[in-house]
């Protein structure tokens, strides 16, 4: 069973950049996808992308393309989420979660959760 | 994208009761449909996929069904310990993207 642990709350300004790590500890990095999921203050989660690290692939949803990045260190088994041009709206708490890839084949619902990272983006 | 409806927003119940919440697709998603539980603080946890499949170690008092567009989720005999608030989310299978519902909580009445 994989378990997933994120870097701490960040405080940015608008404009900045911020990224956020998920280390990954147990299980087979490379067994699994790791997507990228925001909730703010209050609303369902949203999903942002995600990263297949046996494939080096990843995919973003279209509402933060170009402005989103996912990578993944297979060596240290660690991902990022570096989301630039913040403003307020990006406000929220940052989850990574995997799920178990057949293959190469991901299913794109999640069973393991990191324990999610606050983002503030205030002047 | 494919918009996920939830109903109601709100559900207010008792311990022992049954609950059914429903989730609605703008789209027909076959049956690549999960559904989380969240509480407060805490990363939401998968409960059901595609549709109907219980993940291992959740209780069997939750079940799921429905395919299409119309899905419910519900938890026959409510233990205190399931007063939070649910998620359904699309999942078009093996390939992104995916939407989560708005959110039903379950609030102890």
């Known amino acids: 069973q994989v378990q997933l642990v994120q870097s701490g709350a960040e405080v940015k300004k608008p404009g900045s950049s911020v990224r956020v790590s998920c280390k990954a500890f147990g299980g087979t990095f490379s067994s699994y996808s790791i997507s990228w999921v925001r909730q703010a203050p209050g609303q369902g989660p949203e999903w942002m992308g995600r990263?297949?690290?046996?494939?080096?692939?990843?995919n973003y949803a279209q509402k933060f393309q170009g402005r989103v990045t996912i990578t993944a260190d297979k060596s240290t088994t660690t991902a990022y989420m570096a989301l630039s041009s913040l403003r307020s709206e990006d406000t929220a708490v940052y989850y990574c979660a995997a799920q178990y890839c057949s293959g190469v084949n991901c299913p794109n619902y999640f069973d393991h959760w990191g324990q999610g990272t606050l983002v503030t983006v205030s002047s | 994208d494919i918009r996920m409806t939830q109903s109601p927003s709100t559900l207010s119940a008792s311990v022992g009761d049954r609950v059914t919440i429903t989730c609605r697709a703008s789209?027909?998603?076959?049956?690549?449909l999960a559904w989380y539980q969240q509480k407060p603080g805490e990363a939401p946890k998968l409960l059901i996929y595609?549709?109907?499949n219980l993940k291992s170690e959740v209780p069997s008092r939750f079940s799921g069904s429905g395919s299409g567009t119309e899905f419910t989720l519900t938890i026959s005999g409510l233990q205190p310990d399931d007063f939070a608030t649910y998620y359904c989310?699309?999942?078009?299978?093996?390939?992104?993207?995916?939407?989560f519902g708005q959110g039903t909580k379950l609030e102890i009445k």
């Open positions: 990263i297949i690290p046996l494939l080096d692939i990843s």
């Open positions: 989310q699309q999942y078009n299978s093996y390939s992104p993207p995916c939407t």
């Open positions: 789209q027909s998603v076959s049956n690549w």
């Open positions: 595609e549709a109907s």
